[in-house]
């Protein structure tokens, strides 16, 4: 019986050769006699559409392989979405693992500046180099670098609110009583100082620079003598100075690298809208990458059925969130292009100061319009990512009409156009 099928099978293979065509085996367009050690079987005619079926259906089961089926117009959709899952996630999980080569990167990685020093740093580079920067300070002013301690070094704002409470009632008790001995001393296992004020790094350095000094005072009722900090110095102008850093504390920030948005240029090119990522512009962990997979496959399902404007905007904004930074593309009225990297949540008037600072004529007005012909206007409010400009978009910038005339031949100052480069 399964010779039988076989014999069947060869048949439908030569069949769907069609004339003209040589088969893989005999290489000819005549049918090839099989040899069979039995006797000899009478000559068939080809097998009828009908026959073929159940014969593939039949040695399909004898050779253990599924039953084939038509192919529906859904099974072709769910083909289609399980072919671009698969290219998606080839393509996403490279840029989130650092296996993309970094010479076919639209930009090497995300930048900081120190407002300290001026230095160029990394995203892992930041914390460290801004803390020595601060304890740097301390030579030439210890108050400043107490409080950029206070308000840099402790996440919990609330925290940090109360320490400085305590610490500005600490003084303004000094200053309501100067010659009363026991507003200048504090006894560090005081439970307030141990709980509101000890646990926020920072604050005894900043006690210590306005002149409180550590000393060990006994207790009365006590064997053991215990650190306190007491505070000298009560004169007027002293006072005065003191005053003055308790209001420098309450209004100090903490100090944050600011993003570097490393302008870069480049001649016209036909890759302009080809972008390749780093995995600092991805708001996602490992986890969540998962969960992102799931959701690409999932969304395959979506596609054959039909989405409310609601469902579709609660997509798009969970699509925004997934983003930290964006790289933005600006061309130019000579083609030139004008790179930069921004926050997913700057507003539309950073992306214009920026363009605004990398040309000649900057002052004049200008238009910059998103993909889709839709105008960005500078005043408004509305961030980036809100404007569906993330991760990565080309923009197209134009003068206004009214100043065109008045344009130099060079937009770009002659900085950027000193290191232009071409894009991969």
């Not at 040899?35 to 097998?47: I, K």
């Not at 040695?59 to 671009?84: H, K, N, V, W, Y």
């Not at 080569?101 to 930048?111: E, M, N, R």
Request: hydrophobic share 35%; glycine share 4%; proline share 5%.
């Amino acid at each position: 019986m399964k010779k039988f099928f076989e014999d069947i099978k060869k048949d439908i293979k030569f069949k769907s050769a069609g004339p003209g065509k040589k088969l893989a085996e005999g290489g000819s367009s005549k049918p090839r006699v099989v040899q069979n050690s039995g006797p000899a079987r009478p000559h068939h005619a080809a097998p009828t559409e009908g026959a073929q079926k159940a014969g593939a259906a039949a040695m399909a089961r004898i050779e253990g392989q599924p039953r084939p089926r038509a192919q529906t117009s859904q099974d072709a959709i769910r083909l289609q979405g399980e072919r671009f899952l698969s290219v998606w996630s080839a393509c996403y999980c490279c840029s989130h693992t650092n296996y993309c080569d970094p010479a076919f990167l639209s930009v090497t990685g995300v930048y900081f500046t120190c407002p300290l020093t001026g230095a160029t740093l990394t995203k892992s580079e930041r914390e460290v180099h801004i803390k020595e920067a601060i304890f740097m300070r301390f030579e030439e002013d210890a108050v400043e670098a107490s409080i950029m301690m206070v308000h840099t070094f402790n996440k919990d704002r609330e925290k940090v609110k109360a320490a400085v409470d305590i610490i500005s009632k600490y003084i303004e008790n000094i200053c309501k009583n100067p010659t009363e001995e026991k507003y200048r001393k504090i006894k560090l296992s005081n439970k307030v100082f141990q709980e509101k004020v000890k646990t926020v790094e920072g604050s005894r350095e900043f006690l210590q620079a306005v002149g409180f000094q550590s000393i060990m005072l006994d207790v009365e009722g006590q064997e053991e003598s215990e650190e306190f900090l007491v505070l000298m110095e009560h004169d007027p102008e002293a006072l005065e100075v003191m005053k003055d850093s308790m209001d420098r504390l309450q209004r100090g920030e903490p100090v944050r690298a600011q993003l570097d948005h490393q302008p870069q240029t480049f001649r016209p090119s036909p890759n302009a809208m080809r972008f390749e990522l780093p995995p600092e512009f991805y708001n996602l962990t490992a986890e969540e990458l998962k969960r992102e997979q799931q959701q690409k496959s999932e969304a395959v399902e979506k596609n054959t059925m039909l989405r409310t404007k609601a469902m579709r905007e609660r997509e798009e904004q969970r699509e925004r969130r997934k983003y930290n930074y964006t790289l933005l593309r600006i061309r130019l009225p000579d083609g030139n292009i004008l790179q930069g990297t921004f926050l997913a949540w700057d507003k539309v008037s950073v992306l214009f100061q920026f363009v605004r600072d990398s040309l000649v004529d900057g002052w004049q007005p200008f238009e910059l319009v998103a993909p889709g012909g839709h105008k960005l206007r500078e005043a408004q409010e509305l961030a980036l990512n809100e404007c569906s400009l993330v991760p990565a978009v080309l923009l197209t910038f134009s003068w206004d009409a009214a100043v065109q005339a008045d344009i130099s031949a060079a937009l770009l100052k002659p900085v950027l156009l000193k290191n232009i480069q071409t894009l991969g």
